[in-house]
């Protein structure tokens, strides 16, 4: 059982391009969400799912597209990089839309410049 | 506009004496209440929660306390340990809100030998 997993941990991109950060659960959860964490901001919700299917968008979302096509995978595609993209990203998961006991990745670290 | 604030970036304690974390929040919604510790390049973890219909929960050395009148939640940490160095994250959650955790900016505590 290996919980939430987050691919790459590290990447460093120039402005413009694109990429995929992956995230895979195998914990069956229903839910899954994708954060930005910055300093002195906590957390930010970017998008999230409450099935396979189904997204809709949280606190940042522009400049990022998600997709759920299977229960497990919930990757978060960024369009054209930006500076202010720099951010450590955090996938997580739980049982059910409100199971506020999120599980998280260990996260992605993203440098853009 | 930060729903949920934790005003002290850091704190600092000795090993063996209590921690206190302080947050606020400003969302009458919120019901249900949340800390996650993180550790440097991992997944905040979940620590301990607690309903709006409680102003008290106790886990082991952890014990939250909420006033709802305040809007205002504390962690007590007791006794510190050096492993209780981290970021602890305050973190709340409204009844229709989705899954949608709201997430304070985090305090950084150092428990010193």
């Known amino acids: 059982n290996a919980g939430v997993t987050q691919t790459p941990k590290f990447q460093v991109l120039k402005t413009g391009q694109s990429m995929t950060l992956q995230c895979a659960q195998d914990?069956?959860?229903?839910?899954m969400s994708w954060y930005r964490q910055d300093p002195g901001m906590g957390l930010r919700l970017i998008h999230y799912?409450?099935?396979?299917?189904?997204?809709d968008q949280g606190e940042v979302p522009n400049g990022y597209n998600v997709s759920r096509s299977t229960t497990e995978d919930f990757p978060l595609r960024l369009l054209s990089a930006a500076p202010s993209q720099t951010s450590v990203y955090f996938c997580?998961?739980?049982?059910?839309?409100?199971?506020?006991?999120?599980?998280f990745g260990p996260g992605t670290r993203l440098t853009v410049t | 506009d930060q729903q949920v604030k934790q005003n002290s970036p850091s704190l600092s304690v000795q090993e063996g004496r209590i921690s206190i974390l302080n947050c606020d929040y400003t969302?009458?919604?919120?019901?249900?209440f949340l800390w996650y510790k993180k550790y440097p390049a991992e997944g905040p973890t979940f620590l301990i929660s607690i309903s709006s219909i409680k102003d008290k929960n106790e886990d082991g050395r952890f014990t939250v306390f909420l006033n709802k009148s305040a809007k205002h939640l504390s962690l007590h940490i007791v006794p510190s340990q050096p492993g209780d160095s981290a970021v602890y994250f305050c973190a709340a959650f409204a009844p229709d809100s989705w899954g949608k955790l709201q997430f304070g900016a985090g305090t950084q505590v150092v428990v010193t030998p």
């Open positions: 799912s409450v099935g396979a299917g189904i997204t």
């Open positions: 997580a998961s739980s049982v059910g839309v409100g199971g506020a006991q999120q599980y």
């Open positions: 969302n009458s919604m919120f019901d249900y």
């Open positions: 914990m069956n959860h229903e839910y």
